[in-house]
């Protein structure tokens, strides 16, 4: 699935994205602290900036599929010790990207099979509704005159439109 997103929106649209929005909040959270790096309490406010309302530009809204609440302290403190690579208790720039970049990846992984249950199943359910939907007066007639390709595409639009548009509601 990754593959597919990667050739949708280039291989390194993941990478591109979390890089937007990691110098983004770490550049704020650095201003606001005066530290050139996040001790621990200014990294979890970053990281809840990252999942949440980061200069419009956070995962939930960058990224298809049900919004992820942000990780428990447990939760970052475990991938703290993963990311500080010249441990000094702190996380850099570039460490932060990669801390992040941690986090992201279960997100990634659910808005992958989501995705991927979408692409698949949709069209096949499409396609094996499009009988039952011909004998439908009015309606009927117009789904006869649709190739399989295109009413499997038409739906799979709406699924994909209808997920959307459940989750700029909430």
């Known amino acids: ?18 890089r ?5 909040v770490f550049d704020r959270i650095k201003n606001d602290s005066g530290s050139a790096n996040l001790k621990f309490e200014d990294l979890y406010i970053a990281v809840l900036l990252v999942f949440n309302f980061s200069c ?6 960058r990224l298809p599929g049900p919004h992820f609440d942000p990780p428990s302290k447990e939760h970052v403190k475990t991938i703290i010790q993963i990311c500080d690579l010249n441990l000094d208790g702190e996380i850099d720039r570039e460490e ?10 279960e997100t990634l992984m659910v808005v992958s099979q989501g ?14 509704t499009k009988n039952a939907t011909e ?6 007639k117009m ?15 709406a ?11 909430k």
């Open 56 to 61: 419009g530009s956070d995962i939930n809204k």
């Open 135 to 140: 004998g439908v007066p009015g309606f009927g």
């Open 143 to 157: 789904v006869k005159k649709l190739p399989n390709p295109v009413y499997a595409s038409l739906v799979t639009l």
């Open 96 to 105: 932060f990207v990669g801390f992040i970049l941690q986090l992201t990846t």
């Open 115 to 128: 995705l991927m249950l979408t692409l698949v199943m949709a069209p096949t359910i499409a396609v094996a």
């Open 20 to 24: 937007q929005i990691t110098d983004r």
């Open 159 to 169: 699924v994909m439109l209808f997920q959307q548009s459940c989750l700029h509601s």
């Open 1 to 18: 699935m990754g593959q597919v997103l990667g050739r949708l929106q280039g291989k390194l649209w993941r990478q591109k994205i979390v």
